[in-house]
């Protein structure tokens, strides 16, 4: 059970509620009393909660880990674990945002890439490296923009535009770079918030996922996103924007990942054209997935998201940590990824059957 | 799956393994049972969490099968004292970290490391990292080994920063870390077994102003900056520009799939094709324009060259396609980290481990035949049999040692 102490700070509601939990599925958003309100509020989220049996995977994999291999129940490892996950959750958060309103960022693995190199430029130019932190961000926002926009003014599917811009992305990467590491910046306040000091890349982590679930289930941009991805036609005639709403979280998308990249190759101490790229994307996607965040839009939580990734960080550490080698690793990682998905299905089968 | 894996008999193992073997049966009843029923609701629960019971211990006897390292030992290696004349130790576990696991340069590497582990009495070292180069991956396999208490970390540093806290971390903890097949300033590595880059590349570079000595060059990369390669490529522009400055020499970034590897020298000798030499200094590039060479026609028409002995290379030389290739003994970086790891461990640092190049032989027309034949596990092929020495050996280079 201390297994996953990383995830203790996710919001998992107590399983113990499901009664008030039938009793509340009616939706009453203001309600009178206060403390209705809020039983309403956990009671709603229990019931809408496909986190909590994602959460219970993630705890039956931590706790088999705890127990075959030597090693796991260590502060040591759960801060590799945390780094594992940052990078895919902070990427996740994005995506999540995209899938629920019908898209898809396949460049975000690149912007990853890029990122770290965008700030080189700049710092390479003289500038100090908050505002080049800064720039670099503005950068990777503007590529999500020519994402947005190249898809809503020319109705280009997403998936092949953002494949086409990660293409593009990553030969940017190789010349910003010259193909090569360098090494980055490791001293500083600056730098010791934004990965280098133990546990900061993971605390940003919850933080934008903090962030990010508020701006996804209680802000009308939000309420409005979900709209898009599970209505489009719908949602338009109602008079809400659909094109500012894509192109708004294309933004994010991108320019999260570009977030997530500066802080993975600081904390790294190195920024390496090889990092990132289509394997961070696909990680982040899947953990979106594995959350519950349908890949056809529509639906979906970054809490969701956090968990997915650190069920797959806790797989992937576990599975080294037991000394697979290499060539069995994917086998084995394609294994646990779809044997916890039929697993997380069944317990939300079983949790549907008991909140009846 | 691994080829390399131990065998498993420490009394845990056997007992996970014993209940797995137990298991599998029910499962394969229940599933039997089980998929006539169609529809969710039609599954009664008792029989879901049999199922799923069932899938767990299959998962865990895969992984028991899987994880040589945990587990693996020389088969009938009885327990007494340790290998030959030294003291018995426990159970050593070590671990390698390596940037590219899936390519098949490192073959042979992993013959290597299984072979002395083996020979000592050890598991089979776990072979993880990255398979494309990631160095956040690798430097998280290696934080990974670290908590799970290894007791050597041999790792190939292509990253110049990345992995310099973990190997501090490594040594705080009494686990001594070795640099193989690519090593980097900087870094904190008790020594390095692999080539020597620079040097390898300068004497390629010799060997290339021999046979060509104006116009223009192509040469293949695999990786433009990576720590296992870029090297190669300055001290080949070195030995140029010392020898016959008169080369122009053109790098070509093949990337690091093969496929690709072959389209990107096909290109670039269709856009160059003046060129009057086509090298390169990773194992994928060679053999690349070793296939070129042969679908075109051009043996003779073009000097040609690189390192490593992949099969395609090696049927290169043997046709004369290409003029020679350089092998470096990826077999020796896998072996050696081990012994040198267990000497270290087991002298309590007094075998304190050298520096060794593992080494710059030319293979040409002459000693190709011994490679193509042989299909040895030195060379990444299957074969243990005893390889008969020849009769007369070719006389090795005169030393050079300055005294």
Not at chain 1, 180 to 202: D, H, I, N, T
Not at chain 1, 204 to 233: C, D, E, H, K, Y
Request: aromatic share 8%.
């Amino acid at each position: 059970m201390s297994g996953n102490t990383p995830a203790s700070t996710s919001p998992s509601p107590s399983p113990a509620s499901s009664p008030p939990a039938a009793e509340a599925a009616a939706p009453s958003p203001s309600g009178p009393g206060r403390g209705r309100g809020l039983a309403a509020a956990v009671g709603r989220g229990l019931i809408r909660r496909r986190e909590l049996s994602i959460f219970v995977v993630c705890v039956a994999a931590a706790i088999y880990f705890a127990v075959t291999g030597s090693g796991f129940t260590t502060g040591e490892n759960y801060h590799t674990i945390a780094q594992y996950v940052a990078p895919w959750i902070i990427v996740a958060a994005g995506e999540v945002m995209l899938l629920v309103c019908g898209q898809i960022d396949l460049s975000a693995g690149f912007v990853f890439t890029l990122a770290p190199f965008l700030v080189t430029t700049f710092t390479g130019d003289g500038l100090p490296l908050f505002p080049a932190v800064v720039c670099g961000l503005l950068l990777c926002a503007a590529i999500g923009l020519v994402n947005g926009l190249i898809h809503t003014l020319f109705n280009l599917a997403s998936f092949i535009v953002t494949l086409g811009m990660a293409f593009f992305l990553e030969g940017m990467s190789l010349i910003a770079s010259n193909a090569q590491p360098v090494s980055a910046p490791a001293s500083g306040w600056l730098v010791s918030v934004l990965g280098k000091s133990r546990w900061s890349e993971l605390i940003w982590a919850l933080v934008i996922v903090a962030v990010m679930q508020v701006v996804l289930s209680s802000t009308r941009f939000g309420i409005g996103t979900q709209a898009v991805g599970s209505n489009p036609v719908g949602a338009a005639e109602s008079g809400i924007r659909t094109n500012r709403i894509k192109n708004v979280n294309f933004v994010v998308a991108s320019t999260l990942a570009g977030f997530g990249g500066i802080l993975d190759g600081i904390r790294v101490g190195s920024f390496d054209p090889t990092n990132g790229g289509n394997e961070t994307m696909f990680l982040a996607v899947a953990s979106a997935v594995i959350g519950g965040t349908a890949l056809l839009g529509g639906s979906g939580t970054v809490v969701g998201a956090l968990l997915g990734a650190l069920l797959l960080g806790i797989v992937y550490d576990g599975f080294n940590l037991t000394g697979v080698n290499a060539n069995a690793f994917d086998v084995v990682l394609g294994i646990a990824i779809v044997a916890a998905m039929l697993l997380n299905v069944y317990l939300s089968v079983l949790r549907k059957r008991a909140s009846r | 799956m691994s080829a390399y894996q131990g065998r498993a008999d420490d009394g845990r193992t056997a007992g996970r393994r014993g209940r797995a073997g137990e298991r599998p049966p029910v499962t394969a009843a229940d599933e039997g049972g089980g998929a006539p029923e169609a529809g969710p609701r039609a599954v009664d629960r008792r029989k879901a969490l049999a199922w799923l019971g069932g899938g767990t211990v299959a998962a865990s006897a895969l992984l028991s099968a899987c994880s040589s390292s945990a587990n693996g030992n020389t088969p009938g290696q009885s327990v007494k004292g340790g290998v030959g004349n030294f003291p018995s130790t426990p159970k050593w576990k070590f671990v390698f970290v390596n940037h590219v696991t899936t390519n098949s340069f490192f073959t042979p590497t992993r013959s290597g490391l299984a072979d002395a582990a083996a020979m000592l009495g050890l598991p089979t070292p776990q072979w993880t990292g990255s398979e494309t180069g990631d160095v956040s991956q690798m430097a998280n396999a290696m934080q990974t080994a670290i908590n799970s208490g290894a007791h050597g970390i041999a790792i190939a540093l292509t990253d110049n920063n990345a992995f310099v806290g973990p190997t501090k971390t490594a040594f705080a903890k009494g686990i001594p870390v070795i640099a193989y097949n690519a090593t980097a300033p900087g870094n904190y590595p008790l020594t390095y077994v692999g080539q020597d880059l620079y040097q390898s590349g300068y004497q390629m570079g010799l060997r290339i102003a021999q046979n060509v000595t104006s116009g223009q060059i192509l040469v293949g990369i695999s990786q433009p900056g990576g720590n296992n390669v870029q090297p190669r490529l300055d001290g080949l522009k070195a030995a140029l520009k010392a020898k016959a400055p008169a080369v122009t020499v053109t790098s070509i970034n093949t990337g690091a799939a093969q496929a690709g590897e072959l389209n990107a020298m096909t290109a670039a000798y269709s856009g160059h094709s003046g060129a009057k030499g086509l090298y390169a200094v990773d194992a994928g590039s060679t053999a690349a324009i070793a296939q070129l060479i042969k679908s075109r026609n051009l043996t003779g028409k073009v000097h040609a060259g690189g390192f490593d002995t992949l099969t395609d290379t090696i049927e290169g030389v043997k046709s004369g396609a290409l003029d020679f290739t350089i092998d470096q003994s990826a077999y020796l970086q896998g072996f050696l980290p081990v012994l040198y790891l267990y000497m270290y461990r087991l002298s309590g640092t007094l075998v304190a481990p050298p520096e060794t190049d593992t080494g710059l032989t030319f293979v040409t027309k002459d000693n190709a035949g011994t490679y193509a034949s042989a299909n040895s596990v030195f060379e990444g092929g299957s074969s243990r049999s005893l390889i008969n020495l020849p009769s007369s050996l070719t006389l090795p280079p005169a030393s050079t040692v300055q005294l």
